[in-house]
């Protein structure tokens, strides 16, 4: 399963990719300001937002993991 690390890492390289690429196309800043905001904040936003960490743990889990720490 993935980390929380994980999801952050993601995040980071979706804006860094959408800089460079518009870094790469010499966009001025107001075409920038445009391409920063619906590409490199609302995606890794939304997906931070619903990205979940699974389902909970099971009663059978959770005694296990009691059980084996005694």
């Known amino acids: 399963m993935f980390s929380n690390d994980t999801r952050s890492v993601v995040a980071v390289s979706w804006v860094a990719l959408a800089l460079t690429a518009s870094?790469?196309?010499g966009a001025s800043s107001g075409v920038?300001?445009?391409?920063?905001?619906i590409t490199?904040?609302?995606?890794?936003?939304?997906?931070l937002a619903l990205w979940t960490d699974g389902p909970?743990?099971?009663?059978?889990e959770v005694l296990y993991e009691v059980?084996?720490?005694w």
């Open 56 to 60: 909970p743990p099971t009663i059978a």
């Open 40 to 47: 490199a904040i609302l995606p890794p936003a939304v997906m």
């Open 23 to 25: 870094w790469a196309m």
């Open 67 to 69: 059980e084996r720490k």
């Open 32 to 37: 920038s300001l445009v391409l920063l905001t």
